[in-house]
């Protein structure tokens, strides 16, 4: 469970294991992208998952995040969005092995799903 300390941590970095600015540069490509399709962060997050080939288990304790997380079904991002977010990813200075996605080949792969 994040606390909103840690949330904090990564959204502006430590300086120690989260780089100066955190995630913050990845978070501005979401929004963009979001806001250009009318969509959520969160939705733009569980499709890039489907556009790579896996399966989110998205969680949900509210009648509005059921909602949320299916407005991530029906489309895909484009292939020049997809790209945006890799390389905003990869701008960050931060490892991602073992976060559920690795890094192969210059994209993500879910668990030897996508190949």
Not at 24 to 35: F, Q, T, W
């Amino acid at each position: 469970k994040l606390e909103l300390k840690d949330l904090q941590r990564y959204a502006n970095g430590d300086g120690k294991q989260i780089p100066g600015g955190g995630i913050s540069p990845l978070l501005r490509a979401m929004e963009a992208i979001a806001n250009a399709r009318d969509k959520t962060v969160a939705q733009i997050a569980l499709n890039y998952i489907i556009c790579k080939g896996a399966l989110p288990i998205a969680g949900a304790r509210t009648a509005d995040q059921v909602s949320d997380n299916l407005g991530a079904l029906g489309w895909r991002l484009s292939n020049d969005e997809v790209a945006l977010l890799e390389a905003s990813a990869d701008s960050l200075g931060i490892n991602f092995d073992g976060a559920g996605f690795k890094k192969t080949s210059a994209k993500f792969v879910g668990y030897g799903l996508e190949k």
